[in-house]
């Protein structure tokens, strides 16, 4: 059967004679000589089982919003969902400026730019160092993942040790990432958390670690929400080792936790999602990586980093990058780690959130969230059959519940919610087996003390 060729109003040069041109242009005999290095094997006989393709605007329009439709949002249902990507208040400031033309399209490119938005990102380090506690932060990457193995790869090439160590609770999505990038020549190695108290197994550590590791990396908290009571005694393992520590935190606990640079980490990391950002079906994300004012560190950054010098004119200053040289938009190939477009907008989103809040308001941020995840799970748990198996530790911003007791499976009761208009937790029995039926359920500040009552009552109607 011949297929008649289809000519796609949203493919530029999908015209037969379109292609036939710019073949000849570079002289090719044919689509697939394009593709000759790509093994016989691998690629796919005959055409894909799609429908038929949708040749109007019109109809596209329609399709598309049949499709959104479909969906139910985390402003449509009272959502407990977090595990990555979180709901929090998103203040109309912030909103305002990142939609300004000048930041909108806050590409990483060149000085051509309006240097406004090297400024705006210049504040935004400077309010994440004083956040952190740290010298240097750089201009957000892609997301707390690419975050994280960054800084994996910095402590190695730092320390010149082909191992690292993850201790305690991280999620499987960010472990398959870190993997994936520390690949070929970075081994890791998984420590998990203690099954009492959720927090990482000191002795366990000490027993795991010898002089092959390059960093010892924790979250705090961790993804399953629990605070470390004791981060510096990770901190000292570490080093005692030879080891860096490398800690994951949440920004938003920073205003009634320690920085982690207080308790002796050497290189810090995570997501700024909850700066200011909404979760856009998933979330806009930005990783960040701080660091002291160490030329042995701030070397290893490949990112980019912007900073403040006098201009030849008299009390002017400029902002622009630090170190180029060292990242490979300067040296192309021969870079250390090859670095692509950053979240740049969402670096000056979470810049304006946080000069917007101001250090009481991260402190009332930080505390409110303690206390409605304290009140949660003391509610929750009180139900029958339901249990919180790290009670004895404290939690910010995510509860650990199991359901084993009432006899139904999280994916059973997260149904039963949300027909009543309730996103329960993220079930966690496929990623935490040992944890059996249990589901992360995620309270911020958005969160009332109503909302939380409404999810006990639903929750209690649904396990009766």
Request: net charge negative; hydrophobic share 45%.
């Amino acid at each position: 059967m011949t297929h008649r060729p289809i000519v796609y109003p949203y493919i530029p040069n999908s015209a037969p004679e379109a292609k036939a041109a710019m073949l000849a242009a570079i002289g090719a005999s044919g689509i697939d000589e394009l593709y000759a290095e790509i093994p016989d094997h691998l690629r796919l006989k005959g055409r894909l089982d799609l429908p038929q393709p949708l040749l109007s605007e019109a109809a596209l329009v329609r399709h598309l919003e049949g499709l959104l439709a479909r969906n139910t949002s985390t402003r449509e249902a009272l959502s407990f969902l977090g595990a990555g990507c979180y709901p929090h208040h998103v203040p109309a400031v912030c909103d305002e400026i990142n939609s300004r033309g000048e930041f909108l399209t806050a590409y990483a490119g060149e000085p051509y730019e309006d240097h406004g938005r090297f400024q705006a990102l210049f504040e935004y380090e400077s309010l994440m160092g004083e956040l952190l506690n740290m010298d240097v932060v750089n201009v957000p990457n892609y997301d707390g993942f690419q975050a994280a193995a960054t800084a994996l790869r910095m402590a190695a090439r730092i320390t010149g040790r082909t191992r690292v160590l993850i201790a305690g609770a991280v999620s499987a999505d960010k472990l398959s990432m870190v993997r994936d990038y520390l690949k070929p020549d970075l081994a890791v190695d998984v420590l998990p958390q203690s099954p009492k108290t959720g927090r990482v197994d000191v002795s366990a550590l000490e027993a795991t670690l010898s002089d092959a590791y390059a960093a010892v990396y924790f979250e705090n908290p961790s993804f399953l929400g629990v605070i470390e009571t004791d981060p510096a005694a990770l901190a000292v393992l570490a080093h005692q080792h030879g080891a860096l520590s490398v800690v994951a935190a949440d920004p938003l606990s920073l205003g009634v936790l320690k920085p982690p640079a207080d308790y002796g980490a050497d290189i810090v990391c995570g997501d700024i999602q909850g700066l200011g950002i909404h979760q856009w079906f998933g979330g806009g994300h930005g990783g960040y990586i701080a660091t002291h004012d160490d030329p042995v560190f701030v070397h290893e950054f490949p990112s980019r980093l912007f900073g403040v010098a006098p201009t030849a004119v008299p009390g002017e200053y400029g902002f622009g990058d630090v170190a180029y040289e060292r990242t490979s938009f300067a040296i192309r190939e021969e870079g250390k780690e090859w670095v692509g477009t950053a979240a740049a907008l969402w670096g000056i989103t979470a810049g304006v959130y946080l000069a917007l809040m101001g250090p009481q308001g991260m402190t009332e941020l930080g505390a409110g969230i303690l206390q409605r995840s304290r009140y949660a799970m003391g509610r929750l748990s009180a139900l029958p059959g339901v249990t919180a198996p790290f009670a004895t530790s404290t939690s910010f911003k995510e509860i650990v519940l199991n359901v084993d007791g009432t006899g139904k499976t999280v994916a059973e009761i997260n149904r039963a919610l949300l027909a009543r208009g309730i996103f329960g937790g993220k079930d966690l029995s496929a990623e935490f087996p040992e944890l059996g039926q249990s589901l992360l359920v995620c309270i911020t500040e958005v969160h009332t003390q109503g909302d939380i009552d409404r999810l006990v009552s639903a929750l209690a109607e649904v396990i009766a």
